[in-house]
């Protein structure tokens, strides 16, 4: 791990959008990658901007009235690609080094931006001497950034993809901000981060194929930054999935008539099987009285049936280490949908051994309000085995 020395001259901080980053998620297509026609098909918005415009904001708020204020200047892509999101947060100090030829068309540019895009405009910032790169996206961005800085200049993310696991990404877009802060005031240290990514067509066909692409030096940040994914494998994972599927069947008998949500994962995947039910592995399905009437529905389709149902439960279950329970993997169950949900009817499930390595629950749905009202608190009951919860500390 390296201490940094503080700045002395300007800081050149890169900032880049990926502006068709996450797109896939709240239509069902776990990514965005390849998709991008079929999301617009499905009624897709682009997402990154916003996800951008909020790490921003906060950073822009936390330099107003600083009593040093950090000189830099951001050097960024223009339109879409970073600019635009620059100057609506107010920032004047901008380079734009790098233009995508398809800016140039009249069509929206997150119908028309590529890989290949990312990877010259962080190219570009190379050039220009940035000693940052502060990145919008998922994976795949994190993926073509790091295959043009390699290990020489840190790289960070702003998490605005379907799949995050990789372990450059603040907690949320106001974290990330924080961080940021931290490095231009020349408060961090650098540390090596796995890039992970994940193959979007075995994905979509409920297969998690997770590979380690890379290694990137990223600010460390414990409490500010995801840790990388981890499958957690034990000898006792099986018997304790089939406690916790057994607990969930029991909530079924409970409440014959109410709508119950399946999130992503194996261990909510257990819990169907149980009952008798082909859940998708990576989708939200939806079950009443143990009978399956939809499967890997999409946020419009989720709002369909909740307006329905009187009663509506969610089964979720974290992702391993990092310990995200909604705002990776599952974008479709939207804060429009959560909030059509009872706190008390979100039942969370975890083996032990994944609570073991997976000591914080984290809320990131895009809506800040929601996340701090479902982290009120401080803590969220976990079933870990049949009748058996442990109270997990939730931060945001």
């Known amino acids: ?220 940040e414990p409490q500010l930054m995801q840790s990388a994914k981890q499958v957690i494998e034990d000898p006792g994972e099986e018997s304790a999935k089939a406690q916790i599927a057994e607990h969930v069947a029991e909530e079924f008998e409970a409440h014959p008539d109410a709508l119950f949500l399946l999130g992503p994962g194996s261990t909510v995947a257990s819990v169907a099987h149980r009952n008798g039910l082909e859940k998708s592995l990576l989708g939200v399905d939806a079950v009443i009285a143990g009978r399956l009437i939809g499967r890997d529905l999409r946020e419009s389709e989720l709002l369909e049936l909740i307006a329905a149902h009187p009663e509506v439960w969610l089964v979720l279950s974290p992702i391993g280490a990092q310990g995200f329970v909604l705002g990776r993997g599952n974008q479709q169950l939207s804060p429009a949908v959560l909030r059509r949900i009872r706190r008390e009817r979100v039942v969370v499930v975890a083996t032990p051994a994944k609570l073991d390595r997976t000591p914080l629950l984290r809320f990131d749905t895009g809506d800040p309000a929601l996340d701090a009202e479902l982290a009120s608190g401080g803590f969220f009951p976990v079933v870990t085995r049949y009748h058996t919860r442990r109270l997990v500390e939730v931060r945001v």
């Not at 790098?98 to 890989?115: C, G, I, L, Q, V």
């Not at 190379?126 to 994976?139: I, N, Q």
């Open 1 to 220: 791990m390296e201490h940094a020395e503080h700045h002395e001259q300007r800081q050149r901080i890169g900032f880049l959008i990926n502006p068709i980053a996450g797109m896939g998620g709240r239509v069902g297509l776990k990514g965005s990658d390849g998709v991008v026609e079929l999301a617009i098909a499905r009624g897709a918005k682009p997402s990154a901007a916003l996800r951008a415009g909020e790490m921003l904001e906060a950073l822009r708020s936390r330099l107003v009235g600083h009593p040093s204020p950090p000189d830099f200047v951001w050097i960024t892509s223009a339109g879409g690609m970073g600019e635009d999101a620059l100057r609506s947060a107010g920032f004047e100090e901008i380079e734009v080094v790098y233009r995508a030829p398809a800016m140039d068309e009249a069509r929206d540019p997150s119908e028309r931006t590529d890989a290949s895009d990312t990877r010259n405009a962080v190219r570009a910032f190379l050039a220009s001497g940035v000693t940052l790169v502060v990145f919008c996206g998922g994976d795949g961005t994190a993926r073509d950034v790091c295959r043009i800085t390699g290990r020489d200049t840190p790289i960070l993310g702003v998490p605005a993809g379907v799949k995050m696991y990789s372990g450059v990404f603040g907690v949320s877009p106001a974290r990330t901000a924080e961080i940021v802060a931290h490095y231009l005031e020349g408060r961090y240290e650098l540390t090596d981060a796995d890039v992970l990514d994940v193959d979007e067509d075995a994905f979509r066909a409920g297969r998690l194929d997770v590979e380690l692409f890379d290694s990137a030096r990223t600010p460390s």
